[in-house]
């Protein structure tokens, strides 16, 4: 039986968040009962505090941490990671965009041997200048690093909380799922990854389309093929001492 963290990253998701806290609970609670909630609120401005503050009298397994300033989603989730105790991290947004009733397709790609399972999203429900910018960020991606994913920065994922210990996760942006990916994938974890079901946003608004956002995503990326190559060089030396 897995034991397992859900972290849920929110920012100014007031109208969003109690949803996604009761989808994740009602979800996993069919899959064990050894798991933790935790909403990490990064710096929202909105109503989203008060929101988790009236969760927790009902959820005796929900966390809630807040991060102040805001960290970006990158640095919400590693946030999210730090605080996570289980064996198995499973993370999505508190947009409920992802349907947490699907978390066992995920899962039974962890018990035939993923250490990563990855959704990806079959029909993508978002502006077309969102999924434009996927296409262009999913080539470069390929062309860096080689093939990691169908859908690279599909929010809904769960891996092995161990990971962490060798891969290292710096990103506060956009980037993070590649860090873990890419990281992964150079230090053969196996990935695996399955189609999700990606429902519309009805409520609150989306940043990933910002173009501050798209651009230092970008500049982090080609930094990060840099500073991954530094690190492998590293291990190897390491391991051959």
Known sequence: MHSISVVIPAYNEAPNVGKAVESAVAAVEKITP?????????????????????????FPKLRTVRNQPNRGYGGALRRGFEEATKELILFAPADNQFDFEESPRLLALIDQGADIASGHRAERNDPLIRRLNAVGWNTTIRLLFGFLSHDIDCGFKV??????????????????????????????????????????????KPTGANLRVILRAFRDLFRFRLRLNAELAQEKRQHGA
């Open 34 to 58: 050894d798991y933790e909630i935790i909403v990490v609120d990064d710096g929202s401005r909105d109503g989203t505090p008060d929101v988790l503050k009236g969760l927790l009298p009902r």
């Open 159 to 204: 891996f092995k909380r161990s990971i962490l210990e060798r891969v290292p996760l710096y990103s506060t942006g956009a980037m993070i799922d590649t860090e873990l990916l890419a990281g992964a994938k150079a230090r053969a974890f196996v990935i695996k990854d399955t189609p999700v079901t990606h429902l519309p946003r009805t409520a609150g």
